[in-house]
């Protein structure tokens, strides 16, 4: 079994930046795909970002696009989500998520290991 943990989240103003963490221990595997998604109050679960394993391929969702960088520590077991230029609508709680394959989805029932999610407010 694989545990992912998030780290990182808080309250921020527009226009700042926030860093978040998924540290990821139990049965790790190499050759994954680890993403981020977030869900906001009353909307369905979003598609943040995804990294392969070497780190080579990432996707991001349009709404994150050139704000959004994720990145990832194979040695340490840790993906990143580095948020910049955040926006109030980037209010939600995110979610780090895992899948046993090498292939890019952004489809969340594709992933079968998750992070409990953390809070991410973003001030006007």
């Known amino acids: 079994q694989v545990q992912l943990a998030e780290s990182g989240g808080g309250f921020v103003q527009a226009g700042g930046s926030l860093t978040l963490s998924c540290a990821a221990s139990?049965?790790?595997?190499?050759?994954?795909?680890m993403g981020w998604f977030r869900q906001a109050p009353g909307k369905e679960r979003e598609f943040v970002a995804a990294i392969n394993w070497s780190g080579a391929f990432t996707d991001y969702g349009d709404s994150v696009k050139g704000r959004f960088t994720i990145s990832r520590d194979t040695a340490k077991n840790i993906m990143y989500l580095h948020m910049n230029n955040l926006k109030p609508e980037d209010t939600a709680v995110y979610y780090c998520?895992?899948?046993?394959?090498?292939?890019?989805?952004?489809?969340?029932?594709?992933?079968?290991?998750w992070g409990q999610g953390i809070q991410v407010t973003v001030s006007s």
């Open positions: 998520a895992a899948r046993s394959s090498a292939k890019i989805v952004v489809i969340d029932t594709e992933y079968a290991y």
């Open positions: 139990g049965r790790t595997f190499s050759n994954n795909v």
